[in-house]
């Protein structure tokens, strides 16, 4: 997939349906170059953790279940009526409970778009669906993180230009399990 074919294609951006097997397949494959790409994971996806969200239907959003506590939406690059969608990139989060103050937020699972579609309106239009999610489910907050190491200036200011503040700084420390 060329960058010139996909700022030229229209992305489509649509909820993630578990009955849909190549928006399944599409999620392992978003997994797989989240971690290839990461900085900061160091394990292989686990593709039983990502089936489980989906047969327990805690990773999708219909018209429904408006009042879900999570949301996946997913861009597709179609070239053509014949031509299976390409997945370029996908947005996931959740709802939270503030242990103190009784606010709620939207924070992200994770939010990816291919390298070939970072220069397109592919990430702008995830974040309005995500966005919107938040709105619709009356959350006090909407985050987005830079938790995977890449391009973290790059992101950051892409964020706030999109009207996010930085609000914390995340420290990781690791620890070996040993059985």
């Excluded at 074919?5 to 978003?30: E, G, R, S």
């Excluded at 031509?83 to 996908?90: D, N």
């Excluded at 006090?140 to 230009?161: C, H, M, P, V, W």
Aim: with cysteine.
């Amino acid at each position: 997939m060329a960058n010139d074919t996909v700022t030229k294609a229209h992305i489509q951006v649509t909820p993630f349906n578990p009955d849909t097997k190549y928006m399944v397949q599409a999620l392992y494959d978003i997994g797989d170059a989240i971690v290839k790409e990461s900085t900061t994971f160091k394990h292989d996806v686990m593709r039983d953790k990502i089936d489980a969200l989906v047969a327990d239907h805690k990773l999708h959003l219909n018209d429904a279940a408006i009042d879900s506590r999570t949301c996946c939406y997913m861009a597709f690059l179609k070239l053509s009526e014949d031509h299976q969608p390409t997945c370029v990139g996908a947005v996931a989060g959740f709802v939270s409970d503030s242990w103190f103050d009784g606010s709620t937020s939207l924070n992200d699972f994770f939010l990816y778009v291919h390298p070939d579609a970072r220069r397109s309106r592919t990430a702008e239009s995830l974040i309005q669906h995500y966005e919107l999610f938040g709105r619709d489910v009356g959350v006090d907050k909407i985050n987005l993180g830079i938790s995977t190491g890449l391009r973290q200036k790059a992101l950051g200011r892409f964020y706030e230009n999109a009207g996010y503040q930085q609000s914390a700084t995340q420290f990781t420390k690791e620890i070996n399990h040993v059985l």
